[in-house]
Structures are given as structure tokens and as C-alpha cells.
């Protein structure tokens, strides 16, 4: 395992220092510790839900001989007393796949102004976007993405309040379509159509290829459950089944337990009722 290091810039380096995005890349390759590092995180870049991360993909870019020796990346990691993450304003990542030829894993927190272009990658193995809402531009970057080496796959899929402005079958053209052909882990979470987008996967090609089927983070029902437990016994290559944070019943939990896999229904939630009406939320909306 590589050495990883985050930066990130707090209040008061942002408001009395003149810290910010456009200052991070040459404080980062000021730090002595920086070229014996392969994990690189960037946390608050100051004051995220006014300025976005561009001028850090941009110096990154513009210096990737400098960041040669980085094979995981990821841009955004902060928890909500930095920024809500519905507010975390993203960037353009078109040009960061050529600069990287050597990145392993990207993982993008935010979806605000988030931008994949035409992914190719050779070598890239893990590609995870922690957001609120996931816009289908994304979703159809991802569709079209040339990884050949891709071998995990997580999408918070969100609500659409958040910036999710697609359905299932917006999920359902995604695997159709994608060319994923070394894909072990697929994760298509925290969703408030898990039950939907459940049925999706379990319709998808992946199911005979994956290891690990991550459905977690959303409002499964014992709709979802009974799904899970008619199709999964036919895929004997699934070894872990992540549903941490859900709606499953007692009883549908531990029937779901007699399926052979790593079974993970920890964080059960119950549903609300307001005039009549009853609510569910995905984990991480907001």
C-alpha cells in the first residue's frame, strides 16, 4: 500500500492568507513529503461552495510530469462541517485522463458542475463519484468511457432534487451499453428508486462477472429483497452483497442472510409518515 497525504485548506487560511483553489497545486508540490507519495486526497480547497476544484485540475494537468508518481486521486474528500456535498462545486476532468496515464483510482466527491468528457483510459482500475444527485451527462460519460481495466465501478446515484435528472432506464442504458469488460465490483447506491434500480442490476450483464454487488446507501424494500434473494442464487460468483443502510424488514434480512455471499444489512432504517404518506431517504442527499 502507497503512501497517501491529504491537503486541504481550513478557515482561516482561506479568509486571512489568501488560500484557495488557485494556490493548492504549488503548495502541494512545495511539500517536502509530496514525491514519496502515490495517494494524493484534496480536501477543502477553502470555500468549495463558491469556488470549484478547476484551477486544481488545471495545475495538475499543466504539471503532470510532477504528479507522475500519484496512481490514486481524490478530489473532494470532505465531510458536510466543510460542505454540504450538493454543494461541493466540481470541475472539468476531460483533460486529466491523458495527463494520467499511471492513475489506478479517481474518486470525485460533488457532482455541482462535474464533467467527465470522453473518458480513455488504459490503466485506471476504480472510478467512484460520491454525490447527492448524478447528473445523466455524467451517467453518459461513463456509458461511452473506454476502460478497459476497470474493475470497480460505485455511483451515488441521488435524488433529483440533488441533481439526479434521470430514471431507471437511464441506469439500465448505462449497463447496456458500458464495456467494462474486467468489472468485479458495480455499486449503484444511494438511490431513492433502489428497489427499481435493483431489478436493473439484476437484469444487467455484469452479474455473471462481478465479485461484488453493492446496493447500499438507498430505500431497498423487501420489493428489492425478494429480488435479490429469486436471482442471486444463480450467480455463484457473487461473494459480497453490500446493502448497509436500508428499508429491508427483519425478516427479509435474514432471509437474504441464507444466501451464500458476505452479507452486509447493517444501518436498517424504518419508514416515515407525514399526512398520510410515507417517506424514505437515501443516505447522502444534501
Given amino acids: 500500500m502507497g503512501k497517501a497525504k491529504q491537503y486541504l485548506y481550513d478557515y ?3 479568509e486571512e492568507e489568501g488560500k484557495g483553489p488557485a494556490t493548492m497545486v504549488e503548495d502541494i508540490l512545495a511539500d517536502p513529503e509530496f514525491a514519496g507519495l502515490s495517494e494524493l486526497s484534496i480536501g477543502s480547497w477553502g470555500n468549495a461552495w463558491e469556488e470549484d476544484c478547476q484551477p486544481i485540475l488545471d495545475g495538475i494537468v499543466e504539471q503532470a510530469d510532477k504528479f507522475a508518481h500519484i496512481n490514486k486521486l481524490f478530489i473532494g474528500d470532505m465531510d458536510y462541517e466543510d460542505c454540504e456535498v450538493s454543494w ?3 470541475g472539468d476532468y476531460s483533460r486529466l485522463w491523458a495527463a494520467m496515464p499511471q492513475l489506478k483510482e479517481l474518486t470525485i466527491k460533488g457532482s455541482e458542475g462535474l464533467a467527465l468528457g470522453q473518458i480513455c483510459h488504459e490503466g485506471l482500475e476504480a472510478l467512484t463519484i460520491i454525490c447527492g444527485g448524478l447528473p ?7 456509458r461511452e468511457a473506454k476502460l478497459p481495466d476497470l474493475k470497480k465501478l460505485l455511483l451515488y446515484i441521488g435524488i433529483e432534487n440533488y441533481g439526479f435528472n434521470g430514471n431507471a432506464d437511464t441506469i439500465r442504458d448505462l449497463l447496456e451499453k458500458a464495456k467494462f469488460p474486467k468489472l468485479e465490483y458495480l455499486g449503484i447506491a444511494d438511490s431513492e428508486i433502489q428497489d427499481e434500480l435493483a431489478q436493473v442490476v439484476l437484469e444487467s450483464k455484469y452479474m ?3 465479485h461484488t454487488l453493492d446496493l447500499s446507501c438507498g430505500t431497498l424494500t423487501d420489493k428489492g429483497g425478494a429480488l435479490l434473494l429469486e436471482k442471486l442464487p444463480a450467480y455463484p460468483n457473487i461473494k459480497k452483497l453490500d446493502l448497509h443502510y436500508h428499508y429491508l424488514s427483519d425478516e427479509m434480512a ?3 442472510g441464507s444466501i451464500p455471499v458476505e452479507l452486509d444489512v447493517t444501518d436498517q432504517n424504518q419508514p416515515e409518515t ?4 410515507i417517506w424514505m431517504n437515501a443516505m447522502l442527499t444534501e
Avoid at 274 to 277: L, S, T, V
Wanted: hydrophobic fraction near 35%.
Fill in 254 to 256: 435474514k432471509k437474504l
Fill in 12 to 14: 482561516t487560511q482561506y
Fill in 88 to 90: 461541493i462545486l466540481q
Fill in 136 to 142: 445523466v451527462s455524467v451517467i453518459q460519460s461513463i
Fill in 274 to 277: 407525514y399526512r398520510g404518506e
Fill in 208 to 210: 455473471g462477472q462481478i
